[in-house]
């Protein structure tokens, strides 16, 4: 009932192996050319990482050290001329080891505050350029060495937080 297929019919599905393979060639040759570009730029970027491993920990900014703040007592001082002062100081200091200077010394600290201040009028100490001059010169004071071989305090700041003059 059902013919058998005739040699022609079978012939014609049939591809011959000599025009298959050109095609595998080129298809061989993609395949392997996409697998040697992955591979290159693989180890390319595995090089560049070993190369520079410490770069971006270099670029990290260290954060500042917290301020150190020494709160000297309230100065109440007779002013030249007829007037009073009185006024409460806040030192800033490099590091805690300045600050323990200066409260080793305090008795040397606070004669020279009171010199100083003592010695101003009320006209230097009524303006703002006078308080900030103030604040210099309070700096450059406790600035001095105590003792002959020890280094001076560090000071980085003199803060007047209170202020009256009467």
């Not at 009073?84 to 805690?96: A, F």
């Not at 100083?116 to 001095?144: F, M, N, P, Y």
């Not at 105590?146 to 009256?164: A, C, D, W």
Request: charged share 20%.
């Amino acid at each position: 009932m059902a013919a058998a297929p005739s040699k022609d019919s079978k012939e014609s599905n049939v591809t011959p192996i000599s025009e298959a393979r050109p095609r595998s060639k080129k298809l061989l040759l993609v395949l392997a050319g996409g697998v040697l570009l992955c591979a290159g730029g693989g180890g390319a970027a595995w090089w560049m990482m070993q190369s520079q491993p410490h770069a971006p920990q270099a670029a990290k900014p260290q954060p500042p050290a917290p301020p150190v703040f020494l709160e000297l007592e309230t100065f109440t001082v007779n002013l030249a001329g007829d007037r009073i002062l009185q006024t409460t100081i806040s030192l800033q200091v490099k590091e805690s080891g300045d600050a323990d200077q200066l409260k080793l010394y305090l008795p040397q600290v606070k004669s020279r505050l009171l010199l100083l201040l003592s010695a101003k009028t009320v006209d230097e100490l009524q303006t703002a350029g006078g308080k900030e001059g103030l604040a210099g010169e309070i700096a450059a004071a406790l600035r001095q060495p105590y003792e002959k071989n020890l280094p001076p305090p560090t000071i980085s700041g003199v803060f007047l937080t209170s202020f009256v003059i009467q």
